[in-house]
Nanobody, 121 residues
Framework: VQLQASGGGLVQAGGSLRLSCAASGRTFSSYNMGWFRQAPRKEREFVAAITWSGGSTYYADSVKGRFTISRDNAKNTVALQMNSLKPEDTAVYYC???????????????WGQGTLVTVSS
C-alpha cells in the first residue's frame, strides 16, 4: 500500500482545513487508517484512527470535538477534517495504514510522506 497525504497549508487560528490521504493497492479497504502528527522537536503523536469498515473512530483528547476522521473505501481515501484549529495544531501530519492499526505508531506498517499544517495566531 502506498499512501499520499495532501491538503496541508497555512490557516489562521479558528479556521479549518481538510487533509486527504489517497491509497493505492487492493487491500486499503481491509486496513485500519490513522493520522499522526509531528511538531518541531517533538515526538510523532497519534491524532485519529478509523477502523477498516469506518464503524469505529478514535481521537486524541487534544483534538476530540474539533477533528473528524472519515474514509471512502470505494475511492481509497481517508480524510481528516480539522476545525477550530489552534497554533498548537501546527505540525506535519502523516497518514498511516495497517490491518490492526490503533493508537500507536508501531502498529502501522505503511506511512504517507506527510503534509505540513501551520496555524497562525
Amino acid at each position: 500500500v502506498q499512501l499520499q497525504a495532501s491538503g496541508g497549508g497555512l490557516v489562521q487560528a479558528g479556521g479549518s482545513l481538510r487533509l486527504s490521504c489517497a491509497a493505492s493497492g487492493r487491500t486499503f479497504s481491509s486496513y485500519n487508517m490513522g493520522w499522526f502528527r509531528q511538531a518541531p522537536r517533538k515526538e510523532r503523536e497519534f491524532v485519529a484512527a478509523i477502523t477498516w469498515s469506518g464503524g469505529s473512530t478514535y481521537y486524541a483528547d487534544s483534538v476530540k470535538g474539533r477533528f473528524t476522521i472519515s474514509r471512502d473505501n470505494a475511492k481509497n481515501t481517508v480524510a481528516l477534517q480539522m476545525n477550530s484549529l489552534k497554533p498548537e495544531d501546527t505540525a506535519v501530519y502523516y497518514c498511516a495504514g495497517s490491518p490492526a492499526g490503533g493508537y500507536y505508531r508501531d502498529e502501522y506498517d505503511y506511512w504517507g510522506q506527510g503534509t505540513l499544517v501551520t496555524v497562525s495566531s
